[in-house]
C-alpha cells in the first residue's frame, strides 16, 4: 500500500585493487556485528547483517525476490509498505520508500525497513532473527528490551500483546510485540526514512531550465470571461489561469528572488517562491506538475491574494470583484453568480467563502472590514491534482 512522504552503503571496488583487497573486504563485511544501539537500525538475519535503510539492489542481492512489479513508479516522498519478498521459506513484508526528488520505479527504490510476525515464521521456524545488542526474536521479555534500550518512546497495553516503541524521530523507529501468551518478542517492525543527500545534489544538478511540458502548454487567457469557476484573473494588471506557470509571471515583469526561492523543487511537490515587481514583493507556495524535479521557474503559482495592505497588487475576477468592493456589492456578485457561498462573522472581519469543484482547498474567499464594510481582502485558490 503506497503512502504520500538515505543512507546508501556504497562499496567500489576496481580490477586496480587486485584479488586479494577484494577478498579482504569481503571478509570485513562478513565479520560485522551488531551495535548496541537501538537506533543504529541493523539487525542479523540467519546470520547476515542488515542496516536500513539500504537499496533495493543491495536487498535483492542477499536472495531476496520482491513479489510485485520493480517496474511500477513511485512519485518522492511516498512510500509503500507490506511489499512481499521471498527468501527460500521465509516471507517478510518490505517498506519502499523514494526521498528522492524524482518519480522512479520501485527497484530504484529504498528498502526502508522489514516487518516479521508468527505467521510469516511459520514456514521457517528455524529463522534467526537478532536485534541491536544482541536481543533475539523469540526470546526476548519486555523487561529484556527495556533494559538494553532503555524507557520506550511509548507503550501499548493490549490482550494479545504489549507493543514497545523507540521512535528516533517521524519514520525512524522500531516496534516489538511481546506476545502475551509467550512472554517474548514474536512481532516486529523497524523502519529508517532518511534521504540520500548526495545522490539527491547530484540529481538536482541534472534539473534543467528547460519548460516543462505543462509550462509548454500553458496559454494564457485574453480575457477575465464571465465565469469565475474557471479561475481566471487579473493581478497586478496581468491575466493569468490558475494554476498558472511561474514564468508567466516572469514575461510579465516579475523577478525571481533567487535567495528567498527554492531553487529545485521535487516532483508532484511544493516549494517556496517570492518574486518581486515595481517593488512589490509577491511570496506563496508553488506547485510542481511533473513527475521529475523541476526548477521553481518551471512550477505553478495556484494562489493569488489582494488586500488593502498591498493597493498596488490589485485582484479581479470575472464580474468586477475585487477588493475595495462594498459588502452589498459582493453579495450581488455572489448571488449572480449563482456562487453557493458560506459566510462567517467574527469581531473585526465578515468572511464570504466559496468552495472550488474538486475540493473543499480551492475556491475564494473574501475579508470584509466590519467597520467601513468594504472587501478587505480577496483571495483565490486552485490547485488541481493534475493539470487540465
Known sequence: MKKALTW????????ALGAGYALAAAEEEEERTLSDDIYSFQLMLDGEFYEFPMSYDDFTAMGWEYQGDPAEQMRPNEYSVAERFVKDDLEIYGTLVNLGINTVTYDACMVGGISLDPYQFEDAPDTELVFPGGLAYGAATAEDIQDAYGEPSDTYEGDMYTKLTYEYDYYQDWDFYVYAESGVVEEVEVRNFVADEEANAAAAALVTDEPTEGVLAYEAPEGLGEDPMTFTVEYAGDLYQL??????????????????????????????????????????????????????????????????????LPLALPGGAQYGMSEADLTVWLDGQGLAYEKEDSDSFVYYTVEGPDSSLDGFEFRVDAETGTVASVTVSYDPDELG
Open 8 to 15: 546508501l552503503l556504497v562499496l567500489a571496488l576496481t580490477l
Open 243 to 312: 494554476p498558472a506557470p511561474v514564468s508567466a509571471f516572469v514575461e510579465n515583469g516579475w523577478t525571481v528572488q533567487e535567495e528567498l526561492s527554492d531553487e529545485i523543487v521535487s516532483g508532484y511537490d511544493y516549494g517556496w517562491l517570492t518574486m518581486m515587481k515595481d517593488n512589490q514583493q509577491f511570496r506563496c507556495m508553488v506547485k510542481n506538475y511533473d513527475p521529475n524535479a523541476a526548477k521553481v521557474t518551471n512550477c505553478f503559482v495556484t494562489e493569488v491574494e489582494s488586500d488593502v495592505y498591498d493597493p498596488d
